[in-house]
């Protein structure tokens, strides 16, 4: 069974450029989750979609971070315009949908952001 | 509101010796409990989780961990070190009725030959 993929692996950008990620869940997996790891401290969940809908978006900076998940497979995480402070490394997980307590995530190997 | 605290940024343990990560949970209902684990470069796996089923939990690797109530704690240990279980270590919390996680700022593992 193929894992969560993400891409890119690495990215550089300088302040207020924007950036993109890209996230591939496991198959069949309705629930898909970015977290944002800053150096030194757990992850922090920014949203959560069950298929095409959003969950909780309760951490995520709306002014410049946005998130789709069209037709409730792939996803992408967008930073416009980025600060320093989002160098981070940008996680994305899967679960199936969880019906009877939290059901277990699957981690992708994250992107590696740096701005500059 | 949820949130676990890990005790000690850092561990250093000889190749062999007993593993012990400490972690201590706030929850004002009955939480899920889990030990996730970050290789260098790599996204999380998860060790273990407890559900409320039985309180010692046994998880891959040879880790287990025993959910103490009475001392809101959920500590990871393993009998004897190997240099592969150098890692970060990450307790999280989540309550019964979402799945949500709440995760610790993690433990590094160090193993010294």
């Known amino acids: 069974e193929a894992g969560v993929a993400q891409s890119p692996r690495y990215k550089i950008i300088e302040k207020r450029q924007s950036v993109a990620f890209w996230c591939n869940p496991i198959s069949g997996h309705a629930t898909l989750y970015w977290y944002q790891q800053i150096l030194g401290q757990g992850p922090k969940l920014l949203i959560q979609f069950q298929n095409n809908g959003v969950v909780d978006d309760s951490q995520l900076p709306k002014d410049r971070f946005s998130a789709e998940r069209l037709k409730g497979v792939d996803s992408t995480l967008k930073i416009q315009p980025a600060k320093l402070e989002d160098s981070a490394v940008y996680l994305c997980a899967s679960s199936l949908v969880a019906s009877k307590g939290p059901e277990t995530q699957y981690f992708g190997p994250g992107t590696r952001l740096l701005v500059l | 509101a949820q949130s676990v605290t890990q005790l000690g940024s850092h561990v250093s343990v000889s190749e062999g010796a007993l593993v012990l990560l400490r972690c201590n949970y706030s929850s004002s209902v009955p939480p899920y409990l889990f030990w996730y684990v970050q290789y260098p470069n790599q996204g999380l796996q998860l060790l273990l989780k407890?559900?409320?089923?039985?309180?010692l939990v046994k998880g891959i690797n040879g880790f287990e961990a025993e959910f103490k109530k009475s001392e809101t704690s959920f500590h990871l240990t393993k009998p004897s070190a190997h240099m592969s279980d150098a890692a970060e270590y990450f307790c999280a919390v989540s309550d019964s009725s979402a799945s949500k996680i709440i995760f610790g700022s993690g433990t590094r593992l160090s193993i010294r030959p």
């Open positions: 407890y559900t409320s089923a039985a309180t």
